[in-house]
């Protein structure tokens, strides 16, 4: 049989067909939270750049001034000659601002997963994870050695039943999204606490989406609810709240140090360039000086969702900038997006294999550099699409 056999995708050429394929869009310019796509000036409410800061003239002017001081990339690995000052500098402020005791940046958010996870499950250890957890975090723990047992979204009970069964001679680690990334929703830490406390588990939260946006500091989920010093192993990324692109391992130094040299995902891929690490450094000076920024962000997310709730639209509960509608159907899901389009709103359609058949929905995602006449637009854009879609009765 041919191994190519199987590279064909139906709903893709249906889409095509149709005339709403609504992937791989061209952006062809980007001035803040407007971009140009086709022609047309669209206000981006899809990307993860909740802090506006991917276009802010600090964080350019950085990257320009480390590009002249140390060139275009490390070409090679932390381990052997891609080790900066900046890295190191980001390492140190970053352990400070997350209150860990040592931190490891890596290339990107999803690599940080596949490096810490897995480095750390041995053939003896159990990750014990949310369905609806990350690609990032699934892949990190197929890398690994270790067992994989899956509980439903935000079900207590069935993790409950799970741990139970754990021998007491397994390593038992719960992995887990802070804020999930699809329905913006927050995993229930309080509840992942008293189970890792009863079964002598280790809790292991990815939060990239939370750094930067939740919590009075701005230092994410934990922090949010105040149970920062409970997260074993805290994941994130540099592409969204930072503006820029890498990812960071923080936690014990023991354990950072045992993932610096053993983690392959780490040991064999090119460090973040020089761009990226001194970018990331004036981000987390803004993150630390302007919660107003946040504060912001916060404010649209909520109005945001109670006008869509009066409007009749069905969301996934929240406070995160994370906004989903639940359309459960893909025709709906790609005749929403079209819509939103038409009235010059960007939006995601969100589909299987990222979310579950069935679960299908328009996931929307708000910046602090929205004016308060984006934040109309969307919503105007957002009610045109729910009748339009059939979604608004
Ligand atoms: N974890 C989560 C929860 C994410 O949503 C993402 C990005 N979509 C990642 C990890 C990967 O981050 P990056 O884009 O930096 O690779």
Redesign the pocket.
């Given at each position: 049989m041919d191994i190519f056999e199987k590279c064909h995708f139906p709903q893709i050429d249906e889409a095509i067909m149709q005339g709403y394929y609504p992937y791989f869009q061209t952006i062809s310019e980007k001035s803040g939270p407007v971009v140009n796509i086709n022609g047309e000036s669209l206000i981006m409410a899809g990307s993860?750049d909740y802090l506006g800061l991917s276009t802010d003239t600090r964080l350019i002017e950085a990257a320009k001034d480390a590009t002249s001081r140390f060139g275009t990339t490390c070409s090679g690995s932390r381990l052997l000659n891609g080790t900066l000052s900046l890295h190191e500098e980001l390492e140190e402020k970053l352990a400070s601002f997350l209150k860990k005791e040592k931190v490891l940046v890596v290339t990107?958010?999803?690599?940080?997963?596949l490096t810490a996870l897995s480095a750390l499950l041995g053939r003896n250890d159990v990750a014990v994870a949310d369905r609806l957890?990350?690609a990032?975090?699934v892949d990190g723990i197929r890398l690994g050695h270790g067992k994989y047992r899956r509980y439903r979204h935000h079900d207590d009970q069935e993790c409950e039943t799970i741990l139970s069964k754990i021998e007491p001679s397994n390593g038992i680690l719960l992995v887990s999204?802070?804020?999930?990334?699809m329905e913006g929703d927050l995993a229930d830490l309080p509840t992942l606490v008293r189970l890792k406390k009863r079964f002598g588990a280790r809790i292991f939260l990815?939060?990239?989406?939370g750094i930067g946006v939740m919590g009075a500091n701005g230092r994410g989920t934990a922090e949010h609810f105040d149970l920062e010093d409970e997260m074993d192993i805290l994941?994130?990324?540099?592409?969204?709240s930072f503006g820029s692109?890498?990812?960071f391992i923080a936690g014990p130094a023991s354990v950072i140090d045992y993932l610096k040299h053993t983690a392959t995902p780490f040991i064999f891929s090119a460090s973040m360039t020089p761009a990226a690490a001194a970018s990331i450094l004036q981000a987390l000076r803004i993150i630390q000086q302007e919660p107003e920024r946040r504060h912001r962000l916060l404010g649209y997310a909520q109005k945001v969702r109670k006008e869509l709730k009066k409007l009749g639209l069905l969301l996934y509960e929240g406070l995160t900038p994370i906004i989903a509608i639940q359309t459960n159907d893909d025709d709906i899901t790609f005749s929403y997006w079209k819509h939103t389009l038409t009235k010059g709103v960007f939006v995601n359609p969100v589909v299987s294999p990222a979310v579950p058949k069935g679960k299908q929905l328009i996931r929307m995602c708000l910046m602090a550099t929205h004016t308060e006449e984006h934040i109309e637009q969307i919503l105007n854009a957002c009610e045109y699409a729910g009748k339009m879609s059939g979604l608004i009765k």
């Open positions: 993860n990107t958010g999803y690599s940080a997963n957890n990350h990032s975090l999204d802070g804020v999930f990334s990815d939060d990239a989406h994941t994130g990324t540099f592409s969204k692109l890498g990812g």
